[in-house]
Every structure is written in structure tokens, then in C-alpha cells.
């Protein structure tokens, strides 16, 4: 109980430090209109470290902050991110994030899901054609997702390494008789 309840703030707070980033740092960064999506980083490393129902439910509401905040339709960045972080958290537990080769292309597939199916949708609600949606905004903004992954995965496992409860030592592989 008390471990589920610091996940949920650990993970509260990684949000909400995450969304100020968005609005706050990511326009500043911007290279030829591609703009890195910290919140899909965030939810894609924290549901492979912490995939549980509470990482979902943060990527939901991480979402529908972000739709409310840049105007977007609502609702869409919130599916996208909910599925992300259910998708992560499932290929994390099958595939295992033992090592970063595999954690870094989990995230790495969450971002283009993520970036692609917003395009997509783009597509779908404007006039904007599929090609400059999907190969000059979907594609781009992915690779710098991936490029910002590289960046923060090692910071983000070290926190929530550290955030871990510490397990005792294993008792000792000697038989005991009653």
C-alpha cells in the first residue's frame, strides 16, 4: 500500500515536472518546427520502470493537459498517450528493460506510435496533406523524441532506481529442520 502510494506521487510529480518542460522549454528548443514531446518520453521510460495502473492513469491525465494546454483537440493526445503507456508497460514486463538497448527501443517505438498517429489525425481533421503531416511533422518530431530519450532514460532510471524500496538481503541457502 505505502509503495503504491509513492509510485502514484513519484509519478504525479514526474508529470507535472514533465508538463512544465513542454510548455515551458520545448518551444525554445524547436529545430525546423519539429518539437521535441517530453510528456511522451516521460510516460514511455515511467511505464517501463513502473508499469502499473497508475502509470496509465498519469498518461491519461498528462494527455488531456497537454490537449488543454496547446489547443489541441482533447482527447486525442491523451488516448495516444494512455495506449503508449499501456503498450510500454506490457513490452516492458515481456521483453524485459534489463538492459538499455531494449528500454531505449520500447520508448523509442512509443514515440513514433505516438507522433505518427497524431499526424495521422492531423490528416484526418485538416487539409493538410498525409506527406507533410507524416514526413515533415511525424517522422521528425519522433527521431527528436528518440534523440531526447537518449538524453533523459539514464537520468529518469536513476531517480526511479533510487525511488525503489530497498530489498533486504536474501536469507542464507542453508536448510533449516523444525
Known amino acids: 500500500m505505502v509503495n503504491s ?18 510548455i515551458i522549454f ?7 518546427g519539429s518539437m521535441p514531446n517530453f510528456l511522451v518520453v516521460f510516460v514511455g521510460v515511467a511505464s517501463m520502470f513502473r508499469p502499473s495502473d497508475a ?9 488531456m493537459a497537454f490537449d488543454l494546454v496547446a489547443s489541441g483537440t482533447p482527447g486525442v493526445m ?13 513490452a516492458s514486463v515481456i521483453l524485459g528493460n534489463d538492459t538499455l ?15 505518427v498517429c ?6 484526418a481533421t485538416t ?12 517522422l521528425p518530431c519522433a527521431l527528436y523524441d528518440c534523440a531526447v530519450c ?21 536469507e542464507s541457502s542453508t536448510i533449516r529442520l523444525r
Open 101 to 115: 538497448s531494449v528500454s531505449l527501443l520500447i520508448s523509442m517505438a512509443a514515440s513514433l506510435f505516438v507522433e
Open 55 to 63: 502509470s496509465v492513469v498519469t498518461a491519461f491525465f498528462l494527455g
Open 118 to 123: 497524431y499526424a495521422l489525425f492531423y490528416v
Open 26 to 32: 520545448a518551444p525554445a528548443v524547436s529545430i525546423l
Open 5 to 22: 502510494m509513492r509510485d502514484s506521487v513519484f509519478l504525479a510529480l514526474g508529470a507535472c515536472i514533465a508538463l512544465a518542460v513542454q
Open 150 to 170: 537518449l538524453i533523459v532514460m539514464p537520468l529518469l532510471s536513476a531517480a526511479f532506481a533510487r525511488q525503489a524500496p530497498r530489498r533486504s538481503a536474501p
Open 127 to 138: 487539409d493538410v496533406t498525409a506527406f507533410d503531416a507524416i514526413l515533415l511533422r511525424g
Open 78 to 90: 491523451a488516448c495516444l498517450l494512455t495506449v503508449a503507456a499501456f503498450a510500454s508497460a506490457r
